[in-house]
């Protein structure tokens, strides 16, 4: 049996490489850029959401990017699957160029290892260095806001150092805590919410990533970049006590917009 | 509480507060959520002369008792034929009834399906967090303080007594049987063609693992083509992933972006308020259609709830009292 739909290919432009658009049932496509974790990648899908936002194309619900495609919502009643990429090609064709967006640039206090759940012995170990070692390679390296997701406002970062990277734990934690620095894979991340996860924590940030009673509720977004900085007990304490007082932490420092990279 | 409210005397568990989910956040990594059964949270606030998107109380197999503290309250059961009581009074599902004030109200089981609604007039009077009141407990958002609902707690409501004008009534939904509908993808290449062929023919089974992130499907092994890891992309409700095990789970509306296994199909919305009212140990059977046909149902189901309240009926007679109250 034929049905009305299989005239339009499945993955529309697909044979000629990326970006390919997939559909997602009848409310939603991906429009991929690559197979792979890449900060060039993920460039792209960020420009796209950008000028997504600014064409104001009608029917369009909302976007969300990961780390090598944007995820597009839409409305059928108001813009066909067909209409809808005719529009991306558009927008895609007008040599959008790989950009960094108009980036914010945070600096994350981080009490590395201290009392509580924390991996930061164990990953040195496996990792062949010193914990003071692996908090300079940490701290020393510069992140960059893929997307945020797994959880509301959650960053998840590229840029983790090619020493950093080792393989989930085996037996994922139930609950780890909302601002835990994490590592895995190859990727970096600071926790928004208490969440179970298989990631390894380095270390615990005193930042409120997410407040929903919050006008602005999400601390990060999308193209930020994030380095993080070691921080005392003390200090620790002293920045926590002013996050539950409901005091901002820290604040961004901008960066050059719309920078080449 | 002071003001008008419905007051969970026992309330069974899962019960949350729902609309038509949360829209715009995806990107910051929060869930949409919402009803389960659009449909049927839209059959509810029409029956009680709410706008189809207004917030409403979902339960999942049973409501439990409430009591109703207001001057009085007009609601109505929907999703199934839900076996209802208000005060002495049979409340039919899928009926108007106005409450007294302090009438217990008790939703029993339903026959066939797993979600029910509970609409009042007026809606729910609960802030929204992020422009919606759907409860999304993995987050701890929406809803009454981003739970469910708890013995004892009370459920603030906008209005203080019911409406005038008359009760109304509108046919049950019928359930039919027929294949779901999915669109291949977003990585259909991700699987063999006898995967795929297999999919679209076997019979799957809806496992008793289900809740509001996903059902998980048990039948035959689905074949990977390219391993099962994908890089995590996009998700959306009806999206069926396939992990390592062969076995497929069909997302449902708590699901977040991103997710990491490879999609094989994506139910159409026309279809997902079905698969979410099918029990553990449905037999289901998948049927491509190409996403101009999607698109298409997409339209006569938004038609469908659009028309709502022009299918609204007088409700029949005075319902009997129970006999020895």
Not at chain 1, 46 to 75: D, F, K, M, N
Not at chain 1, 117 to 144: N, Q
Request: with cysteine; hydrophobic share 40%; proline share 10%.
């Amino acid at each position: 049996m034929t049905s009305p739909g299989e005239a339009l290919p499945t993955h529309a432009y697909g044979a000629r490489g990326y970006p390919r658009f997939m559909p997602l049932g009848d409310t939603a496509l991906t429009v991929e850029f690559g197979d792979a974790i890449d900060p060039a990648i993920n460039a792209e899908v960020i420009a796209l959401e950008i000028a997504l936002a600014a064409a104001e194309i009608p029917g369009i619900v909302e976007t969300a990017p990961s780390y090598r495609s944007l995820l597009v919502c839409y409305e059928p009643a108001e813009i066909s699957f067909g209409a809808l990429i005719e529009q991306l090609r558009r927008l895609l064709g007008q040599a959008l160029r790989p950009y960094a967006p108009p980036a914010r640039q945070w600096f994350v206090p981080v009490r590395y290892g201290g009392v509580g759940d924390t991996d930061l012995e164990w990953v040195a170990e496996r990792l062949g260095r010193s914990p003071a070692e692996l908090i300079a390679i940490h701290s020393g390296a510069e992140y960059t806001v893929y997307f945020m997701g797994f959880a509301p406002g959650l960053p998840n970062l590229g840029g983790l150092p090619s020493a950093l990277h080792l393989p989930r734990r085996r037996q994922p934690r139930p609950s780890i805590p909302a601002g835990a620095v994490v590592i895995a894979g190859g990727q970096a991340a600071v926790h928004s919410i208490a969440r179970p996860s298989g990631w390894h924590i380095l270390g615990h940030a005193p930042i409120r990533l997410f407040d929903p009673s919050q006008e602005d509720p999400f601390l990060f977004r999308p193209g930020d970049l994030v380095s993080f900085y070691p921080i005392d007990a003390r200090e620790f304490d002293r920045l926590a006590a002013r996050r539950d007082r409901g005091e901002p932490v820290i604040l961004p420092e901008p960066t050059l917009p719309g920078q080449e990279i | 509480m002071n003001g008008p409210h419905l007051l969970a005397v026992a309330p069974t568990p899962f019960i949350t507060v729902q609309d038509t989910g949360r829209r715009g956040w995806q990107r910051f990594g929060v869930s949409a959520a919402g009803a389960m059964d659009i449909e049927s949270l839209a059959a509810a606030n029409a029956l009680v002369g709410n706008p189809p998107d207004s917030p409403a109380l979902e339960f999942a197999y049973a409501g439990g008792e409430w009591q109703v503290n207001a001057d009085s309250c007009r609601l109505a059961v929907t999703g199934g034929a839900f076996r209802c009581r208000l005060g002495d009074r049979v409340l039919e599902a899928w009926h108007s009834a106005t409450a007294h004030r302090g009438e217990p109200l008790t939703i029993g089981s339903a026959p066939d399906v797993v979600w029910g609604y509970l609409a009042v007039a007026g809606g729910i009077a609960l802030p929204d967090q992020l422009g919606s009141l759907a409860t999304h407990t993995g987050s701890g958002i929406g809803g009454l303080h981003g739970r469910a609902i708890l013995p004892g707690d009370a459920v603030p409501l906008a209005a203080r007594r019911a409406p005038g004008g008359d009760e109304r009534a509108l046919a049950p939904r019928t359930r039919c049987s027929k294949p779901f509908r999915v669109v291949l993808g977003p990585q259909d290449d991700f699987f063999t063609a006898e995967a795929i062929e297999l999919f679209l023919s076997a019979e799957f089974s809806i496992s008793p693992r289900f809740d509001r992130l996903g059902y998980r499907l048990v039948g035959p092994v689905l074949d990977h083509a390219k391993g099962f890891n994908i890089i995590s992309d996009g998700v959306v409700p009806g999206c069926v992933q396939v992990p390592g095990d062969g076995q497929p789970i069909v997302l449902m509306r708590d699901c977040q972006p991103p997710g990491g296994y490879p999609k094989i199909a994506t139910v159409v919305t026309a279809d997902l308020d079905r698969l979410a009212q099918s029990r553990a140990g449905t037999v289901v059977h998948f049927r491509q259609v190409g996403i101009v046909e999607a698109q298409l149902l997409r339209r006569r189901l938004l038609a469908r709830m659009a028309d709502l309240p022009n299918r609204l009926m007088a409700a029949g007679p005075r319902q009997p009292t129970l006999a020895g109250r």
